[in-house]
T-cell receptor, first 115, second 112 residues
C-alpha cells in the first residue's frame, strides 16, 4: 500500500503566478481533503472532495480551487499567488465524507514558496 | 464553533523522563479528538484518537491520552521519552464538516 502521495515535493513560484498541486489517496479511500500549514502553525482546512465534488470548504478565498478525478486523485489550484500563500500544503485521504470521526491519512506535503 | 488550544509551543524533556503535552478543546457536541505527530519535512502521522467509549486511549510508540470531559482536556503522555520522540505534536478535534481543526502544535525536544 503506497499511502497518500503528493507531487511535487517542492515548488517555487513568483507572485501572481498560478500553481497546481497533486494528490493520490491511500488505496481504498474515496475522499480527499486539503490543508494549508503555514510556518509555525497547525494545518488549516481548505476544502474536501468526495464523489468529484467539493463538499466542504474552509475559510479560503476563491483563488483556491480544486478537482477530484474518477480515480479519486485530486488537484489543488491556487491562482494569483501571494507571498502569504507560501506554506506546506497537505493532502489527506479518508473513507467516506462528512463525519468528524473519519480517520484521515496525510501525505508528506508539497512545500510552496512564493517569491 | 470548535477549537483546540495547545499549551506550550515548545516542551523540552530529558531522555527517560515523562512526556506531557497539553491539549484543551472547545466543542458544543461530543468531540472526536486526535493526536498527530509531524517529523521534520514530513506529513502528519496519527498517534491516537478518541471517538467514544474508554476515556484512556493508547496509541503508537508508547503514547496515550486521557479524555476528561469535565476539564475539556485531552493531554498526551508517554512514561519515558526517547530521542526519536523529538518532533512536533498536534492535537485536533473532528469538525462537523468532516475536517480536522488543529491546534498550533507543540514542539518536543528530547535531551540526552
Amino acid at each position: 500500500d503506497a499511502g497518500v502521495t503528493q507531487s511535487p515535493t517542492h515548488l517555487i513560484k513568483t507572485r501572481g503566478q498560478q500553481v497546481t498541486l497533486r494528490c493520490s489517496p491511500k488505496s481504498g479511500h474515496d475522499t480527499v481533503s486539503w490543508y494549508q500549514q503555514a510556518l509555525g502553525q497547525g494545518p488549516q482546512f481548505i476544502f474536501q472532495y468526495y464523489e468529484e465534488e467539493e463538499r466542504q470548504r474552509g475559510n479560503f478565498p476563491d483563488r483556491f480551487s480544486g478537482h477530484q478525478f474518477p480515480n479519486y486523485s485530486s488537484e489543488l489550484n491556487v491562482n494569483a499567488l501571494l507571498l502569504g500563500d507560501s506554506a506546506l500544503y497537505l493532502c489527506a485521504s479518508s473513507l467516506g465524507a462528512g463525519g468528524p470521526y473519519n480517520e484521515q491519512f496525510f501525505g508528506p506535503g508539497t512545500r510552496l514558496t512564493v517569491l | 464553533a470548535q477549537s483546540v488550544t495547545q499549551l506550550g509551543s515548545h516542551v523540552s524533556v530529558s531522555e527517560g523522563a515523562l512526556v506531557l503535552l497539553r491539549c484543551n478543546y472547545s466543542s458544543s457536541v461530543p468531540p472526536y479528538l486526535f493526536w498527530y505527530v509531524q517529523y521534520p519535512n514530513q506529513g502528519l502521522q496519527l498517534l491516537l484518537k478518541y471517538t467514544t467509549g474508554a476515556t484512556l486511549v493508547k496509541g503508537i510508540n508508547g503514547f496515550e491520552a486521557e479524555f476528561k470531559k469535565s476539564e475539556t482536556s485531552f493531554h498526551l503522555t508517554k512514561p519515558s521519552a526517547h530521542m526519536s520522540d523529538a518532533a512536533e505534536y498536534f492535537c485536533a478535534v473532528g469538525g462537523s464538516q468532516g475536517n480536522l481543526i488543529f491546534g498550533k502544535g507543540t514542539k518536543l525536544s528530547v535531551k540526552p
